[in-house]
């Protein structure tokens, strides 16, 4: 699975103003709803469902929250570099200012897991993290998250 094969230019944004963990819940909620029109009430649900069961935050100020959705035929993703880092509940109890959110059909079992792992091997790439945080547009950010995937 590939990066490009998740998400589209019009699903990532850029210095994304938030105030806590649960306005950056609903704004990727509402982006999911805008770019996939996936439910918004539904896919914030299912997100805060998920964080019940613990935190999505990966550490070094990066979270995935994820969550499945019936109804939808593959996994979306929406990414965010927000403006200024929230607290995410996160493993190394840092703030979170990078974010990947993934949504994937009710029934995907090994197609959620890649597009986790697609996701998450990025985002534990320093490199591609350090060029995120000074990034300045969606273009740029979808660039970073492509190299960083392979697909030149």
């Known amino acids: 699975m590939k990066i490009t094969d998740l998400i589209q230019l019009e699903s990532i944004k850029a210095d994304l103003e938030v105030t806590s963990k649960k306005s950056l819940l609903q704004e990727?909620?509402?982006?999911?709803?805008?770019?996939?029109?996936?439910?918004?009430?539904?896919?914030?649900d299912a997100l805060l469902e998920r964080e019940r069961l613990g935190a999505t935050g990966i550490g070094n100020g990066v979270a995935i929250?994820?969550?499945?959705?019936?109804?939808?035929?593959?996994?979306?993703?929406?990414?965010?570099?927000?403006?200024?880092?929230?607290?995410?509940?996160?493993?190394?109890?840092?703030?979170v200012d990078l974010v990947f959110l993934l949504l994937a059909p009710e029934t995907a079992g090994a197609d959620h897991l890649k597009a986790l792992a697609c996701v998450?091997?990025?985002?534990?790439?320093?490199?591609?993290?350090?060029?995120?945080?000074?990034?300045v547009s969606e273009e740029e950010i979808l660039r970073i998250l492509t190299e960083a995937d392979g697909n030149n």
Not at 73 to 89: E, I, S
Not at 120 to 129: F, M
């Open 65 to 95: 929250p994820h969550g499945k959705i019936s109804g939808i035929g593959k996994p979306y993703g929406v990414f965010a570099k927000l403006k200024k880092a929230v607290d995410f509940d996160s493993t190394d109890d840092k703030p």
């Open 28 to 44: 990727l909620s509402t982006v999911a709803f805008n770019n996939y029109k996936i439910d918004e009430s539904t896919v914030f």
């Open 120 to 135: 998450s091997k990025i985002l534990r790439n320093s490199d591609a993290v350090k060029k995120l945080r000074s990034s």
